[in-house]
């Protein structure tokens, strides 16, 4: 590896010395993302919007086999129109941007840049929708919102981000908390099958959930330094958008009833989850069925004859099979070895002479590091196997992480000793009420993640009051 290589490598900071200067140094070392001149907004580099459009490709594929439809919203809400859910507009209007002048002249009524779409959502049903005939509506947006946040990081927190959000309204309540589980676990397949993270599927408690909803429910990821990710959430609305903003139609009986509603969401804030979960010392490691390019080919003495020539040749073949690119520039291959180790693609392919007069390839894992070597007739059956050996290999290790980071405490000495000393999800008992949940954070800076749905008892008293226990909350610092 020449000099130059081993510099760029080096200019990651360790993610045991520092992990926020880990993470930031691979943002901008494998180009992901640069600062704009807006504060708190970021400018999506090719190499991450590639991924979010793979995130996109999947779950609007997904959205569309279980009937949903896409529209879009305007950007711009009325405060009128803002004000009418109490709820709603008290738990957002501390990151809520305004519009005041449209060119020189001052608007009668501000308009708020949208930090999420629900009113705008209520306001088209209502006028929409008459009868039971006309439900359920199904409907997602692509889009990007605003929310003026204090403290900003590349993809996990910034004062504007992409997303999509979903928006239904069912004539029962049955139908809309079944919708609203099923977008959850369409989010939990994403993350799971996807980008080969594991994530914690429960519910928000009272004080963590949805501003103007009935209940939240969550996917919950866990990050290389312990700390925990809100990877997406889908929201059981219940009838308080529907009364707020009169939208009813006529039942099977002719009488008049109000809707019940869902709203769901992911962000771009997945791509700061897949830095955290799988990233190295090294860089990114990217999972193959979200990686833009999953197959770098690498020719080795490209100057000699035949190797550019072979090189192609196997790029037209491999191309057919997997998402791959020929890197045929004039850098030292140990530089480019070290390029695309940082970026994170999952297999490097290098091709020489020898290999050639051989009629082989060498493979290389990014996950693992290990190089096979493979007859090139091999290839359209051994690049797909190895992808797929990739994938559960970087999901096996990421969910043997959260379970190596996940621990029981049963009173309030052994939830601090676990947050101070060994950082991960801490599993504890809880009554219900709360004061306890924010006595928890006020004293040791951990939030409820969420009620898991597949509940245990790990104690029958509150971690923290020692009354009788009704539930078993994860429970951790975040993002």
């Not at 958008?241 to 969401?265: E, I, N, P």
């Not at 599993?427 to 597949?454: H, L, N, V, Y």
Request: aromatic residues 10%.
């Amino acid at each position: 590896m020449s000099k130059k290589s081993k510099k760029l490598v080096e200019q990651i900071t360790s993610r045991d010395e520092d992990f926020a200067q880990w993470y930031t140094d691979i943002v901008k070392k494998a180009e992901l993302a640069d600062y704009s001149s807006v504060k708190g907004c970021m400018i999506i580099r090719p190499y991450a919007y590639a991924m979010w459009e793979s995130i996109q490709g999947y779950l609007d594929k997904r959205f569309k086999e279980t009937g949903h439809e896409n529209v879009y919203m305007p950007v711009f809400i009325p405060e009128s129109l803002l004000q009418k859910e109490k709820d709603h507009v008290e738990g957002f209007a501390p990151e809520v941007a305004w519009v005041t002048h449209g060119g020189d002249e001052e608007l009668t009524e501000k308009l708020c840049v949208r930090p999420t779409s629900e009113t705008l959502f209520c306001e088209h049903y209502a006028k929409i929708v008459q009868s039971y005939k006309d439900l359920p509506k199904l409907y997602n947006q692509w889009c990007s919102v605003v929310r003026w946040e204090k403290t900003t990081r590349p993809f996990l927190r910034t004062t504007e981000f992409l997303w999509q959000e979903g928006h239904t309204i069912h004539e029962t309540k049955e139908q809309a908390e079944s919708e609203t589980k099923r977008m959850l676990n369409i989010y939990a397949e994403l993350c799971e099958n996807v980008l080969a993270m594991p994530v914690l599927k429960g519910q928000k408690t009272e004080k963590e959930k949805f501003a103007g909803g009935e209940a939240t429910y969550t996917i919950e990821a866990l990050m290389h330094d312990g700390k925990a990710l809100q990877a997406g959430t889908s929201h059981f609305l219940g009838q308080n958008f529907a009364k707020s903003f009169g939208m009813q139609y006529s039942d099977r009986d002719g009488k008049l009833q109000y809707v019940y509603q869902t709203s769901w969401g992911i962000t771009t804030r997945l791509i700061g989850a897949i830095i955290m979960v799988h990233g190295d010392d090294n860089g990114l490691v990217v999972p193959p069925r979200i990686a833009p390019v999953q197959v770098i080919i690498v020719p080795v003495a490209q100057h000699k004859e035949g190797v550019l020539e072979k090189a192609n040749e196997l790029k037209d073949r491999i191309s057919k099979i997997a998402r791959a690119k020929l890197d045929d520039s004039d850098k030292m291959p140990g530089w480019k070895f070290s390029e695309y180790e940082m970026k994170g693609v999952p297999i490097r392919l290098e091709v020489g002479p020898k290999d050639i007069e051989k009629n082989q390839v060498v493979l290389a894992r990014r996950d693992t590091g290990e190089k096979i070597f493979v007859p090139m007739e091999d290839l359209e059956n051994k690049i797909p196997e190895l992808l797929d050996d990739i994938h559960n290999n970087m999901f096996n290790r990421a969910k043997q992480s959260v379970e190596e980071k996940t621990h029981a405490a049963v009173n309030m000495k052994e939830f601090k000793d676990i947050v101070e000393n060994k950082t991960g999800f801490v599993k504890a008992m809880w009554c219900g009420d709360r004061e306890c949940e924010d006595k928890i954070r006020e004293e040791t800076g951990a939030t409820s993640r969420c009620m898991p749905f597949e509940q245990e008892e790990v104690s029958d008293t509150c971690v923290y009051c020692g009354k009788k226990a009704k539930k078993l909350v994860y429970w951790g610092r975040a993002y």
